[in-house]
């Protein structure tokens, strides 16, 4: 089968496979499946998040492209759920069937230096950088950009993993072994206002839909809340559509794609990376929205019309880590008491500290009260008996 366009939709009925089997993979094979498509999933790993819910689930490493080859080629079209798929995965999947995004957009994203060297062409706002290939680049760096400053590894990071901040001249070498003394980038330390992102969706004809701007609260650089919608000026949230839409049309995106900014005390707005999938930031739209994003997702892989974006009401969702089994078994029962807040598990087999275990989403009359029920909700789970009741 060829790889280029598609000539017609793919039809409910057909197979898509997903390279990557965590918890948006998950929860794409479940929209995906709602409206009457089979799923099949690919990763070196088994029992997984999406593999539990898909109709097959194939068990072989990213690197060996004949199995790869035979995966595409039993399905119509193949999309992926992290970035961290290697790029000559996709390129070998795209010679049996359609891959979207393309492997194009993976790999750019997949590396920190190549996703902002092609954002700083495309004249995007990003935070200033310079590439690290030695410790005599850090020094150099560290001295034209100023310090604080953030130092991370070219490809292969998330949840802030592969990044040193460092803060004084002293810590330029500890920084450098950090980072494993390879390629590198060297941001500038933005003393901004907030995290906000907005995940949105494009066509293979080109349309645009999106799901607003939202805010973001980290800790320990993993995503703790999201709130939808952000408190944002109108024109914050213009800027970050616009800027958004033109991203995606400059790396031609097939699919949905997370754009994560640093909303400046000025208002301005700086790129910090992207995301070419759904994202943590959108699983809000699972419960909130007429159209998820996991749902967008399916309908620009296999070119139906996008789906209503409406969000139904204002939103906040809140991880759940592995941490919370520390202390033992979480309390689902207490915080099932609350009526407004859905809880989504990923099925995975062991908790650890950090992992992303699954998440919690409240609706509300108010961004604000949606806030404060999801918090109390998390408290109930981890056992707390200061949260108030709904």
């Given at each position: 089968?060829?790889?280029?366009?598609?000539?017609?939709?793919?039809?409910?009925?057909?197979?898509?496979g997903?390279?990557?089997?965590?918890?948006?993979?998950?929860?794409?094979?479940?929209?995906?499946?709602?409206?009457?498509?089979?799923?099949h999933?690919?990763?070196?790993?088994?029992?997984?998040?999406?593999?539990?819910?898909?109709?097959?689930?194939?068990?072989?490493?990213?690197?060996?492209?004949?199995?790869?080859?035979?995966?595409?080629?039993?399905?119509?079209?193949?999309?992926?759920?992290?970035?961290?798929?290697?790029?000559?995965?996709?390129?070998?999947?795209?010679?049996?069937?359609?891959?979207?995004?393309?492997?194009?957009?993976?790999?750019?994203?997949?590396?920190?230096?190549?996703e902002?060297t092609?954002?700083?062409?495309?004249?995007?706002?990003?935070?200033?950088?310079?590439?690290?290939?030695s410790?005599?680049?850090?020094?150099?760096?560290?001295?034209?950009?100023?310090?604080?400053a953030?130092?991370?590894?070219?490809?292969?990071?998330?949840?802030?993993?592969?990044?040193?901040?460092?803060?004084?001249?002293?810590?330029?070498?500890?920084?450098?072994?950090?980072?494993?003394?390879?390629?590198?980038?060297?941001?500038?330390?933005?003393?901004?206002?907030?995290?906000?992102?907005?995940?949105?969706?494009?066509?293979?004809?080109?349309?645009?839909?999106?799901?607003?701007?939202?805010?973001?609260?980290?800790?320990?650089?993993?995503?703790?809340?999201?709130?939808?919608?952000?408190?944002?000026?109108?024109?914050?949230?213009?800027?970050?559509?616009?800027?958004?839409?033109?991203?995606?049309?400059?790396?031609?995106?097939?699919?949905?794609?997370?754009?994560e900014?640093?909303?400046?005390?000025?208002?301005?707005?700086?790129?910090?990376?992207?995301?070419?999938?759904?994202?943590?930031?959108g699983?809000?739209?699972?419960?909130?929205?007429?159209?998820?994003?996991?749902?967008?997702?399916?309908?620009?892989?296999?070119?139906?019309?996008?789906?209503?974006?409406?969000?139904?009401?204002?939103?906040?969702?809140?991880?759940i880590?592995?941490?919370?089994?520390?202390?033992?078994?979480?309390?689902?029962?207490?915080?099932?008491?609350?009526?407004?807040?859905?809880?989504?598990?990923?099925?995975?087999?062991?908790?650890?500290?950090?992992?992303?275990?699954?998440?919690?989403?409240?609706?509300?009359?108010?961004?604000?009260?949606?806030?404060?029920?999801?918090?109390?909700?998390?408290?109930?789970?981890?056992?707390?008996?200061?949260?108030?009741?709904?």
């Amino acid at each position: 089968m060829s790889a280029g366009r598609l000539r017609s939709p793919i039809l409910p009925g057909s197979a898509i496979g997903v390279l990557g089997s965590g918890q948006l993979g998950r929860m794409f094979a479940i929209a995906a499946r709602r409206m009457g498509y089979r799923v099949h999933t690919y990763s070196p790993d088994q029992d997984t998040p999406t593999g539990q819910v898909a109709d097959l689930e194939v068990t072989a490493p990213y690197d060996d492209l004949d199995a790869v080859r035979q995966f595409a080629s039993r399905v119509s079209a193949v999309t992926f759920e992290f970035e961290n798929v290697p790029a000559e995965t996709a390129a070998a999947a795209a010679e049996c069937a359609p891959v979207r995004p393309s492997g194009h957009v993976l790999h750019i994203a997949q590396h920190r230096l190549r996703e902002k060297t092609f954002l700083a062409n495309a004249g995007l706002p990003v935070t200033p950088f310079r590439r690290i290939g030695s410790f005599a680049d850090l020094e150099a760096a560290g001295l034209q950009l100023g310090l604080p400053a953030v130092l991370k590894t070219a490809g292969f990071g998330y949840d802030g993993k592969g990044q040193y901040t460092i803060r004084a001249g002293s810590e330029l070498s500890v920084a450098w072994k950090y980072v494993g003394e390879s390629e590198a980038v060297l941001e500038s330390f933005i003393d901004f206002d907030r995290e906000v992102s907005i995940v949105a969706a494009r066509s293979e004809r080109g349309n645009f839909v999106h799901f607003g701007v939202v805010e973001n609260r980290h800790h320990n650089h993993i995503l703790d809340i999201t709130i939808a919608p952000a408190c944002v000026s109108s024109s914050v949230l213009r800027d970050a559509v616009e800027i958004a839409r033109e991203v995606l049309e400059k790396l031609d995106v097939v699919g949905v794609l997370c754009v994560e900014f640093f909303l400046c005390k000025d208002g301005s707005l700086l790129i910090n990376e992207l995301a070419p999938r759904p994202h943590n930031s959108g699983h809000f739209t699972f419960d909130a929205n007429v159209t998820s994003q996991f749902e967008q997702q399916l309908r620009a892989v296999c070119g139906l019309p996008f789906g209503s974006v409406q969000q139904l009401a204002p939103a906040s969702m809140a991880n759940i880590l592995g941490d919370m089994w520390q202390e033992g078994e979480p309390d689902w029962a207490a915080a099932a008491s609350a009526p407004n807040v859905k809880l989504h598990l990923y099925g995975k087999l062991e908790a650890r500290p950090g992992r992303k275990m699954g998440h919690l989403t409240a609706l509300a009359a108010t961004p604000e009260q949606a806030l404060k029920d999801v918090q109390a909700a998390r408290r109930l789970l981890a056992g707390q008996s200061n949260a108030h009741s709904f």
